[in-house]
């Protein structure tokens, strides 16, 4: 059996499992799924015809209680609009009971219809019975009334209650029945669950007992062998003779297995190639490290190897060639920078003259320029004075017209005094008059005028004295009016006289601008030619830095380039080695100014100062070109 199972695909063996599995899980789920409808369609039945009947038969009865209490309420009614309500009552409880009984029929069953025709013909038979009581009460047949009352209205309504009674037993037996029936299919199901279960349990341990024998030990006996292999060890492969895929996993490692082993071997055969190899290749190379550039590699390599011995000896021979090529060209370069550094050091000194002249002229006009800045501004601070004395000037003519005027109102003030004295004097004289008038009744009126007499006396001299204080007050005022006129003509001299300062300052204050105005003109000329000379001296400077350095680069180079014949001579390049001129030595003057280091191991030359910027011309009064001086 399990030789079978060995022989299957992997996917046919998981194919089985799982098929096993769900028919176990289908199992489980038609239990399930047939235990739950039986139930469910017991539970419909208990809540449809079992308790939702039961509640629409209680219904019936409340219903068919009310009509009996109605029919005696009508008998007993003591107003017609009692009456009236009670019928309306009767009619909507006759239509409600109908419509209970319809609905109970929907929930009662097929096999209850019967009982619920009988059930309906006699609340029919009910309805019809209290329909003639309340024909008889309202005929005012009260001995009627009540015989039908007590007689076919009390037995129609106990027959309708003793049908709706029967249809309320049976429906609770049948709900009894179908309790019975649930509770016995749930049991079975139950039952058939557990054995179920019991099977599907023992029905994996079966199928992971198999997996386990048939893949799970196998792949580990596999896998222990292939850790062994890979460690480098030797173990036997198991399960090749199987026919799944763990039969041809097996199979691939024992064809890892030999092909490891093969390997292994042409790897021995490897190392030793390539141990000849290399102790050729590090005879050579000893050889090429003591500076003999004609050791080259003449012992046969195997095939695998000789491209790698023409490359090298190719690489040998071009090094060869190469240093040959340096040790001629180290020669002429050595006599180059020698000529180099010699005519660097004389351009230097050259420059540091010029940059010295340069820097004496930049400092004089330098001077100039700081003068003529200072008498550019000592003309405009005159300006400034100027500006402030003829806004001086102004405000006294401005203050000279208020005084004019000011003396015009006191003059135009002194006329209206002239009036009021004049008016004074005619009152003095009224006054005087009517004393007089007052004197003369008094004399009339003898002894008893005689204190009037002296009152007018008294107001005369009052008279005669304002009219001699009126009188000066005017010579006065003509004095002073007088005054005034000869103030008002010295003021109008003096606004003259400011008038004439005014303009003479104004003439001074035109002089002193254009004076100004050519010192800053002259003050912006002396300006640029500083800044262009500035330009030139900073250019002169940065130049005579440069040469120094070119200078020191140029003796550094025929150091480097002597170093650097020193040590090609080391090397040996047999009969191609041509014969080196002596190198001559540079000259080494002394630099008036220390020069910069130049980094040694740079290959190219970069120089450390900055290049100007070109000069933009200067317009002076002349043609002259100052980036050309």
Sequence with gaps: MLGTINSWPLAKKMLVAFALIGTLVLGLGINGYVSNKTLSGVATRHVENGITGLSGLTDVLADIRELRIIVYSYYNAATPKDAASLVERRAKGEAKLLADIDAYRKVAGDDFSADVDGLRARATELIAANKIIFELRAANDLEGSVKAIKGVGKEKSHDAIEAADNLLTRTRDRSAKDNEYGQSQTTLALIMTILLSLVSFGGLIGIWLAINRTVANPMAKLTEATTVLAQGGEAEVPSRDRKDELGQIANAVEQFRLGTKARAEADARSA?????????????????????????????????????????????????TLIGSVMESTAAINTGSSEIASASEDLARRTEANAASLEETSAA??????????MAGSADRTV??????????????????EAVQAMTRVADSAKGIDS??????KIAFQTRVLAMNAAVEAGRAGEAGRGFAVVADLVSALAMRAEEEAGRARDQLTAT????????????????????????????????????????????????ISAAIGTMDQGTQQNAAMVEQTSAAARNLSSEVSSLAEQASRFTVGAATAVRPAARPAPTPSPSRPAKPVARNNSTYVSPVKALPIATPVASGGDEDWTSF
Excluded: C
Excluded at 495 to 522: C, F, K, P, R, Y
């Design 365 to 374: 006009i330098a001077q100039m320029d700081e003068r003529l800045k200072a």
């Design 481 to 528: 009016q007088t005054d005034i006129v000869a103030a008002v003509e010295m003021v109008e001299k003096v606004d003259g006289a400011l008038a004439n300062i005014s303009g003479d300052v104004s003439e001074v204050h035109t002089l002193l601008a254009e004076m100004a105005t050519d010192n800053q003109a002259q003050s912006t000329a002396i300006t640029q």
């Design 384 to 401: 400034a004075r100027a500006d402030g004395a003829i806004s001086t000037v102004s405000g006294g003519r401005a203050i000279a017209d």
């Design 272 to 320: 030793a190639e390539l141990r000849e190899v290399m102790d050729t290749l590090r005879e050579t190379l000893q050889a090429l490290s003591r500076g003999d550039l004609t050791a080259e590699i003449t012992a046969a390599y195997p095939a695998a190897y000789a491209e790698l011995k023409t490359n090298f000896n190719e690489a040998v021979t071009s090094l060869r």
């Design 420 to 425: 009021v004295i004049e008016g004074l004097d």
